[in-house]
């Protein structure tokens, strides 16, 4: 019997593409993926819970002002209008003592910039304290109900802890006497109270009624280093007064007058001012970008600025229908949150996931496009009059808009918000005497992630964006349920700007050529600018 080995051939074999077709693609792929996109947009909605609670046990009157520490995560002071501060624990969310500290409102407070737990404090009647949370280095906590710390009183000593009438022990907390305040007074009212970061501690506040100016102090010293008077042939008051985090020369502050200036306390000279329609109620600079700052304007819109450039707003965000009355930033740089009189808390972010802030840009002779060039080594084209125009680099956002809106039934108009540093919590004060805490991320899960869930919430993050412009991954992403009064208010908003719009229209179109232009919306704010 004979037997044949079988043997490959050294060349390939050529399949013809009729006889053996090569397998095709799944057609539904993208279909399939688009309704991925859809669920993970309504999941994100559904565990959207940004309220986590209230520090309880607080304030009898409003909340004026909120002050985070720079250096520890825990500890966080509010002042109220009845001159009371209190001194929070983060970790338990517990109230660890108050201070019978102004005889008038609390209108500042600030943290200084060591670990020993200093932060200060100025009143409308003229007098500015210093004061220690960590005294002798011990730490004030709130302590929970079961454990057996005991209390420590003002002379050191320790003591059993305190029991009720029925036998329940109340909480304890470690308490300790404050080192003694410096006093430093003067004949006008203090009103905003801004610390340098740096080793040097100064501080410079702004005064209201009879000089109307900004002083530079010193802590050591009992009269101002240096005093700015009548900016610019002003004498209106100065309502904000904040440090550039990085230039310690550089100081910004917002007037009565409705103006915006930048001052040098090396040569204590005014630089910059710019004027626009309504008056500023707060101005932040950017930790990250110290060139940018935000300001809240009485008109409810707030605006970004390069202090380079402060004839023209950066960016202009939209959504409050009420005056914002306090702006901070993210650790990060890249979102801010605002509090309004309108009862609501908005956040906004001034660049996209991963996009890069556009540096130079020039707009096109016709007005209908622009370019933009940016510090990611890209050149970019964008149309303004097409629909479903994206922002540049992921830069400044075009619209304006909130990426989310917080409230509650029960919450009065926000005087002052905050983010803690790891850039995860937002801290509200408002008019009916409660510190509200709200996650930064309404869907985030709080604790931590394993790499499963870590890479399937990336994967469903991916999605919405991809298919965020398209009308039903849109409408679920983008839905946010407000106050029945937030909504009235908004719809009239937006007839009355259609009425100006048309009508502008309509004057560009029977005006003579070339003597009516359209505005755009951020000159609008802007009055005029003073060198």
Not at 18 to 26: G, V, Y
Not at 127 to 133: E, F, L, P
Not at 154 to 165: F, I, L, R, V
Request: include cysteine.
């Amino acid at each position: 019997m004979k037997v044949k080995d079988l043997s490959r051939s050294q060349f390939p074999i050529e399949h013809h593409p009729l006889l053996h077709p090569r397998p095709p693609s799944n057609p539904q792929a993208r279909a399939h993926e688009y309704t991925q996109a859809v669920t993970a947009a309504k999941l994100d909605r559904m565990f959207a819970q940004p309220f986590l609670g209230e520090l309880k046990g607080g304030h009898v009157d409003a909340v004026s002002c909120l002050a985070i520490c720079r250096t520890n995560l825990c500890p966080v002071v509010s002042g109220c209008v009845d001159g009371v501060i209190w001194i929070w624990d983060m970790q338990h969310r517990k109230m660890v003592t108050n201070l019978e500290a102004h005889s008038r409102g609390v209108s500042g407070l600030v943290f200084g910039n060591g670990i020993e737990g200093m932060f200060y404090s100025c009143c409308e009647e003229g007098t500015v304290k210093a004061w220690s949370i960590f005294p002798k280095n011990q730490y004030i906590t709130a302590e929970p109900d079961d454990e057996d710390d005991e209390i420590i009183d003002d002379d050191g000593y320790g003591k059993k802890p305190k029991t009720s009438d029925s036998g329940k022990r109340n909480p304890t907390i470690k308490k300790q006497r404050l080192s003694p305040p410096i006093n430093q007074k003067q004949s006008t009212q203090f009103q905003c109270f801004p610390l340098h970061r740096s080793s040097l501690i100064r501080f410079a506040i702004r005064t209201a009624s009879s000089d109307a100016a900004v002083h530079l102090w010193d802590p050591e010293r009992s009269t101002p280093i240096s005093t700015f008077n009548n900016l610019w042939g002003s004498d209106d008051t100065v309502t904000t007064v904040r440090y550039n985090p990085a230039e310690r020369d550089l100081i910004a502050h917002c007037s009565n007058d409705r103006g915006i200036g930048l001052h040098d306390t090396r040569t204590a000279s005014a630089l910059q001012k710019t004027i626009m329609s309504m008056k500023c109620n707060c101005l932040e600079w950017n930790p990250m970008e110290p060139y940018m700052f935000v300001v809240g304007n009485e008109d409810y819109n707030a605006y970004t600025f390069d202090m380079r450039k402060l004839h023209r707003p950066t960016g202009m965000y939209k959504g409050h229908v009420g005056a914002v009355m306090s702006v901070a930033w993210s650790p990060t740089g890249t979102e801010f949150v605002t509090g309004s009189y309108d009862k609501t808390i908005r956040m906004f972010s001034v660049r996209k996931e991963g996009g890069t802030a556009a540096h130079v840009g020039s707009w096109s002779p016709t007005g209908t496009e622009f370019v933009t060039g940016s510090y990611d080594k890209t050149i970019r084209m964008f149309s303004v009059r097409k629909e479903g125009g994206t922002a540049a680099h992921g830069g400044s956002n075009s619209t304006g808009v909130s990426r989310d809106v917080y409230h509650t039934k029960r919450m009065r108009r926000v005087f002052c918000v905050g983010y803690t540093l790891d850039h995860k919590y937002l801290l509200s004060g408002s008019d009916d005497t409660t510190i509200r805490l709200w996650k930064a991320r309404s869907s985030e899960k709080i604790g931590q992630l394993s790499v499963r869930e870590e890479t399937s919430l990336q994967y469903r993050n991916a999605l919405v964006q991809k298919y965020v412009h398209l009308p039903e991954v849109k409408r679920i992403h983008k839905s946010r349920r407000v106050p029945k009064f937030v909504k009235k208010q908004t719809q009239a908003e937006m007839v009355q700007k259609e009425k100006r719009r048309r009508k502008e229209g309509n004057v560009v179109k029977h005006s003579k050529l070339g003597t009516k232009k359209f505005t755009d919306e951020k000159a609008k704010a802007i009055v005029k600018t003073v060198d």
